[in-house]
């Protein structure tokens, strides 16, 4: 089953502020992944706006669900 992604208020101001003003493109990136789901767009329609591959979204998106947000924001080098 997959999770659901009802966030908590402060999560979403995050992500939305994230989304534009965090210094690392590919945060933001991670970040607009993550609103759109939270908008309830499906991974192929999250692939096609965000202009990435439908296994960034997945990935993205398992990253988040295993390990949360500041885990998105890092990239473990």
Do not use: N
């Amino acid at each position: 089953m997959s999770p659901t992604y009802s966030l908590p208020e402060s999560v979403i101001e995050s992500i939305a502020r994230d989304r534009f003003q965090h210094p690392d493109p590919r945060v933001q990136e991670r970040m607009e992944i993550l609103w759109l789901k939270c908008q309830g767009e499906t991974h192929d329609r999250i692939a096609t706006l965000a202009i990435v591959s439908r296994s960034t979204v997945q990935r993205t998106l398992r990253i988040y669900a295993g390990q949360g947000l500041d885990a998105v924001r890092s990239f473990g080098w």
